[in-house]
């Protein structure tokens, strides 16, 4: 499995935390998940830390914001932004 094939997978899951109901799913969690994958590290900080402060969910944060940046090719991130746009307009959704 591809790193961007697992980071849909995680999305995914987000999606099924959120019941099924993609225009139930906060616009912050959009936003987040946008700024995780193609926003900068330091927005992607900012955003997560609007909802906690949390050293350890930080460090946390940190860690895996500079693994996706570290490792997932620009068009890598293209495809997670477009396959995550398909699920929330998907009239299964």
Known sequence: MTRAGA???LC???LLIAGG???DICPALRDT???FISGSHEAYIEQVEK???NPDVLE???TLKSCVDKNL?????QDALSA??????SSLC
């Open 73 to 77: 090719t620009p068009q890598d991130k």
């Open 51 to 53: 909802y906690n402060q």
């Open 33 to 35: 998940v946008d700024l």
């Open 60 to 62: 946390t944060a940190d």
């Open 21 to 23: 109901k993609c225009d």
């Open 12 to 14: 995914a899951a987000l």
């Open 7 to 9: 980071l849909l997978l």
């Open 84 to 89: 995550l746009n398909k699920i929330y307009s």
